[in-house]
């Protein structure tokens, strides 16, 4: 049996500087991980199959086609061979809610069939069916502190230096957003790009684009951000297009108070602690 980890995705700053006429938009983005997120494992089999268990399963077995699937079909493809693994996914974040879960399986699946088939992680064929899979599939892939450019798939890895192991608390309305009416509702103002300096710096300067639009679509997540402002946070954001925002605390203890706090208010909601990665 093979396993690999997906962990959730986060925008520590997400700015967007232009819309194309290819349709998608320039970005700038620092990208950091969270020490939780999905997982995956894959059992040799007769032909390729999916299960979906965890917290968030149902909202994905209706899909004929996601994107475990998708990722498995064109590595083989691409390498020749026959992806015949019986794969079980653990969905334990929520889906569309910007922290990259289907994006986070993909690179997964990618990463895990590489090391069933002996094939190096850097191998071009992993490179070239995360970026056909997904803008934010390359940075899932690599799973670690960068910065990414165009539409997030050009990457420079960057040290998190002192934000390394930082507490965190990630929180989800429960309210699926779609990326593209989010994109669709962003203002078009470029507000310049991701501040110089360290990840500490660029994330505390930096700021998310697409908040405005995706509150505008999702009022519920203004209310969580001004929550989660009055926990004593260092940094309050949403990640992506939304609508999962995070908190970045100085200690631990913090966190944990904050985490109760946020958890009485809003027994709902999806509120989970983590690490910075």
């Not at 450019?149 to 965190?168: F, I, N, S, T």
Request: some cysteine; charged content about 20%.
């Amino acid at each position: 049996m093979f396993a690999e980890f997906a962990p959730a995705k986060l925008n520590l700053a997400l700015h967007v500087r232009g819309r194309p006429a290819d349709g998608y938009h320039d970005l700038e983005t620092l990208f950091a991980f969270a020490d939780i997120g999905d997982r995956l494992t894959a059992v040799p089999a007769d032909a390729l199959s999916l299960a979906i268990g965890g917290r968030f399963a149902e909202e994905l077995n209706a899909e004929q086609d996601n994107l475990v699937l998708r990722a498995a079909r064109m590595l083989g493809e691409v390498l020749g061979r026959d992806p015949t693994f019986a794969l079980i996914l653990d969905k334990a974040l929520p889906v569309a809610s910007g922290i990259g879960g289907g994006s986070a399986d993909a690179a997964a699946t990618l990463r895990l069939l590489a090391r069933a088939w002996d094939v190096s992680a850097d191998h071009p064929a992993l490179i070239d069916c995360a970026a056909r899979l997904g803008s934010d599939v390359p940075a899932c892939l690599l799973s670690r502190a960068a910065i990414g450019l165009g539409r997030g798939e050009a990457l420079r890895p960057v040290d998190l230096g002192a934000l390394a192991g930082a507490p965190l608390i990630l929180a989800n309305p429960g309210v699926a957003v779609a990326t593209a009416p989010v994109f669709a509702a962003w203002d078009g103002i470029d507000r310049g790009g991701l501040p110089g300096g360290d990840a500490a710096a660029i994330t505390a300067a930096g700021r998310n684009d697409l908040q405005p639009s995706a509150i505008a679509l999702v009022p519920e997540i203004a209310e969580l951000l001004e929550a989660m402002a009055s926990t004593g946070a260092n940094v309050v954001r949403m990640s992506g297009s939304g609508a999962t925002c995070f908190t970045i605390y100085a200690n631990e203890q913090s966190r944990d108070r904050a985490l109760m706090q946020l958890r009485a208010a809003y027994p709902t909601y999806w509120i989970e602690p983590a690490g910075l990665s």
